[in-house]
């Protein structure tokens, strides 16, 4: 299954609506581009408060997943022992992930479940972007995002899942990103969606007397989305209305 994610700081709420792209009714989404974490901030991300942008003919649900890019990295000299130890790191995570209340995935737009049969083609090398220098690779932690289930939750479950990943020499597993949000399949909405268009577009025509109708483009258009909260976002349809005589 293919899927994707959405930040938790407020900046990111600033990041535009996500571009269209091919669904074929199963992918996840994820909502907002993963956004690394700042480890010389002193602010905790955490606590950041989040504004909630208001919402016109949008769906507003809960994400299917909070999400964290995180990374394995060893320093070992020997490349190529520093290789093995990284992918070694990353198959006891998988098999960790099943107990531990996670999901392990691949991707950062469209993402794929990361099992036995594929972690090996995660691409490895030299991290550029991080403190430590070593052989490198990244992927995602999932939580699904239950009844029960906040955004501090989720991030208190994949803190406690990294602590209890075995060491392989010297790799270690930790955060990257700040966590984010992912939905399954936007496209099943697309029904709702259009009956939110509708009757508000109804609303609006009523306004104007019997003479007037709306006509509305862009309901053919692939879904968007965009973060509403910590836990929440908002999908619609790019659609454009306009007000004109019946006759």
Do not use: C
Request: hydrophobic residues 40%; aromatic residues 4%.
């Amino acid at each position: 299954m293919r899927g994707l994610v959405l930040g938790i700081v407020a900046a990111s709420l600033l990041v535009g609506a996500a571009p269209a792209w091919a669904q074929d009714g199963s992918e996840e989404i994820v909502v907002t581009g993963m956004r690394r974490i700042d480890r010389d901030s002193e602010d905790d991300v955490r606590e950041k408060p989040v504004p909630v942008p208001a919402a016109v003919q949008m769906l507003r649900r809960t994400a299917d997943f909070a999400v964290q890019q995180v990374i394995v990295i060893s320093d070992t000299v020997n490349e190529e022992e520093a290789r093995k130890e990284v992918y070694a790191m990353t198959r006891g995570a998988i098999g960790l992930a099943g107990t531990s209340g996670v999901q392990l995935a691949s991707g950062e737009v469209v993402v794929e479940a990361l099992t036995p049969a594929n972690y090996t083609n995660l691409d490895i090398g030299d991290d550029e972007d991080d403190e430590d220098d070593g052989q490198a690779v990244k992927f995602l932690v999932k939580v699904p995002l239950a009844p029960g289930i906040d955004a501090r939750t989720a991030l208190s479950r994949i803190e406690k899942f990294l602590k209890a990943v075995p060491a392989v020499g010297r790799a270690q597993i930790k955060p990257y990103s700040e966590l984010t949000l992912s939905v399954v399949n936007p496209e099943q909405y697309r029904t709702a969606i259009i009956d939110l268009i509708a009757r508000d577009t109804s609303a609006t025509s009523a306004r104007f007397g019997q003479g007037y109708g709306v006509e509305v483009s862009g309901l053919d258009r692939p879904i968007q989305w965009k973060r509403a909260s910590l836990t929440e976002v908002h999908l619609f349809l790019p659609s454009s209305s306009t007000v004109r005589p019946r006759n």
